[in-house]
């Protein structure tokens, strides 16, 4: 399933997620750290999404209060909860 959440407080703009029975086929990140968010978009993929809220839930970014790896959390957390998982 496609699903693309609007990211808050980083300097990513959307994330566009692929994901299957609960495992994350894909991650594609626009604007942000493009190598960064390249990696961590490789780390996730294969994982399911509750391991993936667990390592990356609340990471800051200097001195914001959330990340991108932190909105990917939400993200996800978000797509549990529209999708009742």
Request: hydrophobic share 30%; glycine share 10%; net charge negative.
């Amino acid at each position: 399933m496609k699903y693309t959440y609007k990211p808050q407080g980083v300097c990513s703009v959307q994330f566009d997620f692929d994901i299957e029975d609960d495992v994350i086929e894909s991650l594609n990140v626009t604007g942000g750290c493009n190598g960064n968010l390249k990696g961590i978009s490789s780390l996730i993929k294969g994982m399911k999404i509750d391991d993936v809220i667990e390592r990356i839930e609340g990471i800051e970014c200097g001195f914001k209060p959330t990340s991108c790896p932190d909105q990917i959390a939400r993200a996800l957390k978000a797509y549990k909860s529209e999708n009742s998982l």
